[in-house]
């Protein structure tokens, strides 16, 4: 491989993944020099990148293509900041997290059931808490052409679990994702964990066959709301994944849920 034109090495491991050109740049010097290539990281950003750059609230400074991948492998806030966009470093794809304004939430606009508020370690200006409900419905939606392609993807709620919460341990909540139409997953979660010890013993993540909150490194808590597969080529540029969660039946009194925003981002195959 020393003897071929970087160029060439460039145009070989473009065809990679970022995650390869990380691991071959330690190879070798040939490797290191061809790796930073505007030809390689070019490759490796979204097709739509010059349209995520304009929306972005804060534009971002860069001297190379590689330098503008690595500073979309942090979380940017776009769309006026109702929204936070970033790429998976590893492989390039892309994640998003919807804030709670950009979500469908009933009666979030009655201040007796929800208020809206600042809270210092969110990424967006506001983020929504539940006062009261027995009626609790959340919808997000998000254009699939905004998604990497071919790519199986998961859906979390981003909440936390405030000291006044009440009510969140008693109704299981039902959660489900529809593509074109049509319910491809569908799961159940309990938003606050019962103090018995069995509940103890149950895997993280996991309450019986109920979802749970797990914490997150950001210092909020996720719960898992299902996975869909975005198939991207060939389909309509219109269509739309629409997650919803929502209990609605037990007509059980509850709250103290902070509600940060919905995350939809590349499934780990582990």
Same mark, same amino acid.
């Given at each position: 491989?020393?003897?071929?034109?970087?160029?060439?090495?460039?145009?070989?491991?473009?065809?990679?993944?970022?995650?390869?050109?990380?691991?071959? $740049?330690?190879?070798?010097?040939?490797?290191?020099?061809? $790796?930073?290539?505007?030809?390689?990281?070019?490759?490796?950003?979204?097709?739509?990148?010059?349209?995520?750059?304009?929306?972005?609230?804060?534009?971002?400074?860069?001297?190379?293509?590689?330098?503008?991948?690595?500073?979309?492998?942090?979380?940017?806030?776009?769309?006026?900041?109702?929204?936070?966009?970033?790429?998976?470093?590893?492989?390039?794809?892309?994640?998003?997290?919807?804030?709670?304004?950009?979500?469908?939430?009933?009666?979030?606009?009655?201040?007796?059931?929800?208020?809206?508020?600042?809270?210092?370690?969110?990424?967006?200006? +506001?983020?929504? +808490?539940?006062?009261?409900?027995?009626?609790?419905?959340?919808?997000?939606?998000?254009?699939?052409?905004?998604?990497?392609?071919?790519?199986?993807?998961? $859906?979390?709620?981003?909440?936390?679990?405030?000291?006044?919460?009440?009510?969140?341990?008693?109704?299981?909540?039902? $959660?489900?994702?529809?593509?074109?139409?049509?319910?491809?997953?569908?799961?159940?979660?309990?938003?606050?964990?019962?103090?018995?010890?069995?509940?103890?013993?149950?895997?993280?993540?996991?309450?019986?066959?109920?979802?749970?909150?797990?914490?997150? +490194?950001?210092?909020?808590?996720?719960?898992?709301?299902?996975?869909?597969?975005?198939?991207?080529?060939?389909?309509?540029?219109?269509?739309?994944?629409?997650?919803?969660?929502?209990?609605?039946?037990?007509?059980?009194?509850?709250?103290?849920?902070?509600?940060?925003?919905? +995350?939809?981002?590349?499934?780990?195959?582990?």
């Amino acid at each position: 491989m020393d003897s071929l034109p970087e160029h060439c090495i460039s145009v070989i491991l473009a065809l990679t993944s970022p995650e390869d050109v990380c691991r071959l $740049a330690q190879v070798s010097r040939t490797f290191r020099s061809a $790796a930073q290539s505007n030809v390689i990281w070019e490759g490796f950003l979204p097709p739509h990148c010059k349209t995520v750059l304009e929306r972005l609230v804060r534009p971002l400074k860069f001297s190379s293509k590689k330098e503008l991948y690595l500073s979309l492998c942090q979380p940017q806030l776009v769309d006026s900041g109702r929204k936070s966009f970033k790429l998976e470093k590893l492989s390039g794809k892309i994640s998003y997290v919807l804030s709670a304004r950009e979500l469908s939430i009933a009666w979030s606009d009655v201040p007796t059931h929800w208020t809206w508020k600042f809270v210092p370690d969110s990424r967006f200006q +506001e983020v929504v +808490e539940l006062r009261t409900t027995h009626w609790l419905e959340i919808e997000g939606r998000m254009a699939t052409a905004m998604l990497s392609q071919n790519t199986l993807y998961e $859906a979390y709620l981003i909440m936390k679990i405030s000291h006044r919460a009440y009510g969140l341990d008693v109704m299981p909540s039902q $959660a489900s994702i529809e593509l074109k139409n049509q319910v491809v997953f569908t799961s159940t979660a309990i938003l606050q964990q019962g103090h018995q010890e069995s509940r103890n013993k149950q895997e993280p993540g996991v309450e019986g066959e109920e979802k749970v909150p797990m914490e997150r +490194e950001d210092g909020w808590m996720e719960v898992e709301l299902g996975e869909f597969f975005n198939g991207g080529y060939g389909g309509d540029h219109h269509e739309v994944v629409k997650v919803s969660f929502k209990e609605v039946k037990g007509y059980q009194l509850k709250g103290g849920l902070v509600i940060e925003g919905l +995350e939809v981002r590349p499934k780990r195959i582990v």
